[in-house]
């Protein structure tokens, strides 16, 4: 190694470990916010905001990650006067703030004005461009509504501009013409600025065609001892005691007195640059720039959040799992049988009718695997291929918003994933399927495992805990609940400490006393009423998390398919 090597060595690393948790970054000019703290930043009083709602497990958010970071560090030039934030939609504590903001989709940006308070009116200005230079400018003419951009009248003077911030030492006068006043003036004025000015917007109110003042104010931002301020009446020359004159720039110092730059041009890049070299002159720098930040890697961000979810909310159940175990079954697992007939075709056309009537997939999704389970219906056997071609026709096109594993992460390959959403799936199955048959879905259980599992091994053990417990003992969905859910630690029992095992995730007899107290009477043995009642809440529809979704709640179509013709009879 040579001796150069190690201070750059050094600054990776701090960059690796400071913020690798994040996809942006107070580093990057931009402040995360949450549920709490969202509507507290909107109302701060003096600043303009921009929003990102984004959810990071969205690929279009996803994809805006590199373009919003260049934006936000671009914008850090304008933070006197702009805030830049980000909430994340896809975490389950924000899903109510995303919904009452109306965030149809992710990544969305809107800008805020100063104090702002929510009205149902008013949900923020929607910036619906990509482009960073688009979003500037939008930006800008945003922001030139804050009293920052106020016109200077004659009766104003610059004693506050002074006292107001202790850092501010040159006050800088720029003359910008509103045309409802001054169309006869047009030759003298700001013709490179004019073309972006809606004259709409010029009237007494709103003063503002031309934009040079404007963009004159926003590059001299980054300068703390200098405000510029705009005026649109001849008059206030006379306050300087002057005559008007073109090109004019007047900057005004602590000491009241009075020094004139006259730029090359009448556009607000020589003004800029006239103000600029003045500053040089008098050696004042614009603030430090950003330290440079290494780009965050987004799949390593995830896993952190994920796992960071985990440990806040240890028994909670993802959508996202139960997602991809039925993507799973019906893409990989179920595709892979070559041939389908008599107990196995029962079992295939039990499984489908199952997750399309109990399924937490969007409603969507519900209509398609009907569409597959009445063309299973019709079989009296089925190649392999054969049901590629009718899940292809069925349910080819749709799209499983749970792209990743959340619950069943694992820390290292090879372990967790598909096998653990496999449980957790049925658990869900025969919490929510109701209106079954008792039994009913224990049979697709078995039957599963024994035709399509590819597991022997799995099969025997489920075999040896069907003669402890005969199913035929089963006589209602509340046993049924628990039958599957004693199966587990049975099998559990017989795993735990082998080498499939997470050492994150322990296989225990399940649930931990620490997480069911209730569940163990003194004599450490099962109070079932108790685990029942844990196991109904825990896997219950309504109480899944939307962590880990693409789309998240606020801005999906989660309408039900309603059940009640349901015929429990060929199950
Ligand atoms: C019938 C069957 C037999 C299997 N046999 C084998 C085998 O022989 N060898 C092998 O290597 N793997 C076997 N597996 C897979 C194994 O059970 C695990 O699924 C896999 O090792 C992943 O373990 P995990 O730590 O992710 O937790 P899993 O056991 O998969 O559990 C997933 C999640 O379910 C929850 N949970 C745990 N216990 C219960 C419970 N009792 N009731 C409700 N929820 C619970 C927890 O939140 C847990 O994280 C079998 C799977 C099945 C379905
Ligand atoms: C971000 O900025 C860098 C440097 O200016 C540029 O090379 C890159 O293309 C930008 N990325 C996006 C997505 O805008
Ligand atoms: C949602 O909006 C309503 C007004 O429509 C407001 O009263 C309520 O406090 C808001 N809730 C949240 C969580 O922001
Ligand atoms: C300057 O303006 C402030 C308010 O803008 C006012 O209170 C003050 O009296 C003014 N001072 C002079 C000397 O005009
Ligand atoms: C992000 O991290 C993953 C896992 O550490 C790695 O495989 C991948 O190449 C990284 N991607 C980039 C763009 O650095
Ligand atoms: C949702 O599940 C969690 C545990 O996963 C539990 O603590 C909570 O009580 C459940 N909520 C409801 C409304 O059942
Ligand atoms: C899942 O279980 C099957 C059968 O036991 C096994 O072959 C496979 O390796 C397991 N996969 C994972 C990711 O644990
Ligand atoms: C099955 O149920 C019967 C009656 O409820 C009971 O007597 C028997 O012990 C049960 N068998 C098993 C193996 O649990
Ligand atoms: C457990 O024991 C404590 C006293 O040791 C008693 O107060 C409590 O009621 C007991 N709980 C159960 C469920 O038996």
Known sequence: MTPNSTPLLLCILIFSTGHSELLFNPDDNVQLLDFASFEYALSEPTSGKLVQFFNAFCEDSQQFVPAFRNVSRKLYKWRRVLKVHVLDCGKDENDKICGNYSIRKTPTLRYFPPSYKRVPEDLGIEITNRNPKEIESKLALNLQKLNYFKMFKPQDNVTHIFQNDEHVEYVVFVY?????????????GNSMEEKYASQGDCDEDNPIVSVIGRNTLL???PY????????????????FGISPVPNLLVVVNKARKLLFLTPEMDNSKAYVAAIKQFLIFVDRKPQQPLPKTAAANISEVLRYQIFEQLEQHPTRIYRADL??????ILNVELSRASHFVGTKLVVLRNFVKLIYNSSPLKAEAQDKLAGLYYSLR????????GFKDLLLKSVKDYVFDGKQFIGCIATRPLLRGFNCSLWMLFHYLSVESKELKARSLLLVFLGYVRFFMNCRECDMKLGEFKKLRPIGNVSNNDEQILWLWEAHNYVNKLLAGDATEDPKFPKIQFPSELHCPNCRNNQSEWRTDEVLKYLKAMYALKNLSWFGMSASKSYSDIKRHVTTTYATSTL
Do not use: W
Request: aromatic share 6%.
């Open 176 to 188: 910008q013409m509103c045309l409802n006043h001054f169309l006869p003036h047009l030759e003298t």
């Open 219 to 221: 590059d001299l931002l």
């Open 224 to 239: 703390k001892e200098v405000v510029v301020r705009i005026f649109d009446n001849h008059d206030i020359y006379n306050k």
């Open 323 to 328: 997602e991809r175990a039925i993507n799973h």
């Open 378 to 385: 019709a079989k009296k056997q089925l190649s392999g291929v």
